[in-house]
């Protein structure tokens, strides 16, 4: 038995993120933080997206109401929130008074994967939103009217960007001068090479 479980530690197998389980009659608001934290952080590593990534959060804060989320604090709930978006997580932008509700929420239902409308909308209603799922990422990309504003969210995001703003000024004029060149012996630029000319500006 370990030594968790024998002293009663609302924590089990606290030094084992991947393991680490809480249990919520026991746990102090340091221990509510602690187990937000760590899960927030093994997601950002892990390489799970979609149902995958919904089975994890669904098994991870099972049990969980709006309460327990409004202890671990706001920001932590908000980056929990877009990194469970972004991988493929439906879930609707709110205020940020709604936010603990809308984790606890789609701990009530089954996954669903992004609709069209869903996506468009949180590309439009953020430019600076985007998807790391790769099976999201490829759907827009073959989606003429999610790729636009896409694209125009990237180049939003590097205006808005004045560190890399030389950077990004060089890279679009060598993106220029490839499609030209392309041109110019009569060749159409596959899409595969302007989207990875567009990954280099991220």
Same mark, same amino acid.
């Given at each position: 038995?370990?030594?968790?479980?024998?002293?009663?530690?609302?924590?089990?197998?606290?030094?084992?993120?991947?393991?680490?389980?809480?249990?919520?009659?026991?746990?102090?608001?340091?221990?509510?933080?602690?187990?937000?934290?760590?899960?927030?952080?093994?997601?950002?590593?892990?390489?799970?997206?979609?149902? /995958? %990534? +919904?089975?994890?959060?669904? *098994?991870?804060?099972?049990?969980?109401?709006?309460?327990?989320?409004? &202890?671990?604090? $706001?920001?932590?709930?908000?980056?929990?929130?877009?990194?469970?978006?972004?991988?493929?997580?439906?879930?609707?932008?709110?205020?940020?008074?709604?936010?603990?509700?809308?984790?606890?929420?789609?701990?009530?239902?089954?996954?669903?994967?992004?609709?069209?409308?869903?996506?468009?909308?949180?590309?439009?209603?953020?430019?600076?939103?985007?998807?790391?799922?790769?099976?999201?990422?490829?759907?827009?990309?073959?989606?003429? /009217? %999610? +790729?636009?504003?896409?694209? *125009?969210?990237?180049?939003?995001?590097?205006?808005?960007?004045?560190? &890399?703003?030389? $950077?990004?000024?060089?890279?679009?004029?060598?993106?220029?001068?490839?499609?030209?060149?392309?041109?110019?012996?009569?060749?159409?630029?596959?899409?595969?090479?302007?989207?990875?000319?567009?990954?280099?500006?991220?």
């Amino acid at each position: 038995m370990s030594d968790n479980l024998s002293t009663g530690s609302a924590l089990i197998n606290k030094n084992d993120p991947l393991c680490l389980r809480i249990n919520l009659s026991l746990a102090s608001l340091d221990d509510l933080k602690f187990y937000g934290s760590t899960k927030l952080h093994l997601y950002t590593d892990e390489d799970a997206f979609d149902d /995958d %990534l +919904y089975s994890l959060f669904h *098994y991870d804060f099972a049990g969980w109401k709006s309460s327990h989320f409004e &202890h671990c604090g $706001l920001r932590l709930v908000q980056k929990l929130r877009k990194l469970l978006r972004q991988g493929g997580v439906y879930m609707a932008k709110s205020k940020s008074d709604e936010v603990f509700n809308n984790l606890a929420n789609a701990l009530k239902f089954e996954y669903e994967p992004w609709t069209d409308d869903q996506k468009l909308n949180a590309l439009r209603e953020d430019p600076t939103f985007s998807f790391t799922s790769p099976n999201l990422s490829c759907k827009i990309n073959s989606n003429p /009217d %999610l +790729y636009k504003i896409a694209y *125009y969210n990237r180049q939003k995001k590097i205006t808005n960007n004045p560190p &890399h703003h030389q $950077l990004a000024s060089a890279i679009a004029q060598l993106q220029l001068s490839l499609l030209l060149a392309a041109t110019t012996l009569n060749q159409t630029p596959s899409r595969t090479h302007l989207q990875t000319c567009l990954n280099l500006r991220d």
